[in-house]
């Protein structure tokens, strides 16, 4: 979506911590998504944050800053499964609450 | 099924030909949506049911393209007269209710159009 960024690739080690940004713009903030997909399959639901802080929830956290536009996504220990694309999603209530979605990360992780 | 399915996995048709794409939600859930995935992008929405009831049609990009979902459960997504610009993947969710409830998604269509 065109007021969602993030960065286009990453690379990481396994066992290593990575963080994926995510930026919004928009005055109808009503919660924002993290999915996971794997190439050719379907996105999965990681994390939702719609208060500032920090959601943890395993391996995975998510903080969210509304006074900020801002959202990381924080992969701990990361293993060679979590190579996928990360998917950032704001639910906007000025365009009915529906999901805007970024265009995703790519994450590498190399052994 | 446990999870959401969607039929065919992929799908070739001729330019200009009719296509229907099929998604079966998770049992009970009353929220289904609608996406279109280009290559390299993120799932751009197209349209939400809540039940039978088609709430938000917005992101339809044309006439040509019109969803159903008639008993409040299956759903179809069908195209007419199939452009070249159709060609992408396209994904169903469903939702307990709403959209402020995490949506599972199917593992799409993927759609070429010659």
């Known amino acids: 979506g065109q007021n969602i960024d993030q960065p286009t690739e990453m690379t990481a080690t396994e066992g290593a911590i990575v963080q994926i940004n995510c930026t919004y713009q928009?005055?109808?903030?009503?919660?924002l998504f993290w999915y996971q997909q794997h190439a050719g399959e379907a996105p999965t639901f990681l994390s939702y944050n719609v208060l500032d802080g920090l959601e943890e929830k395993g391996r995975f956290s998510s903080f969210l800053s509304r006074s900020k536009g801002y959202s990381y996504l924080l992969l701990k220990e990361l293993q060679m499964k979590d190579s996928a694309s990360y998917l950032c999603?704001?639910?906007?209530?000025?365009?009915?609450?529906?999901?805007?979605f970024g265009a995703g990360t790519i994450l590498r992780v190399k052994s | 099924g446990a999870g959401v399915s969607q039929s065919p996995r992929y799908k070739v048709a001729k330019r200009g030909q009719d296509v229907a794409l099929r998604c079966d939600p998770i049992?009970?859930?009353?929220?289904l949506f609608w996406y279109q995935q280009a290559l390299g992008q993120g799932p751009e929405f197209l349209t939400y049911f809540q039940n039978e009831a088609q709430l938000d049609k917005s992101g339809l990009p044309s006439d040509r393209f019109f969803a159903e979902r008639p008993e409040g459960s299956v759903s179809t997504l069908k195209i007419q007269r199939t452009q070249q610009e159709d060609s992408a993947v396209y994904l169903c969710?469903?939702?307990?209710?709403?959209?402020?409830?995490?949506?599972?998604f199917g593992d799409g269509t993927r759609l070429s159009i010659l």
């Open positions: 969710a469903s939702s307990l209710a709403g959209t402020n409830q995490p949506q599972h």
């Open positions: 999603a704001v639910r906007d209530s000025r365009k009915g609450n529906k999901l805007v």
């Open positions: 049992s009970g859930h009353v929220s």
């Open positions: 928009t005055s109808g903030f009503n919660g």
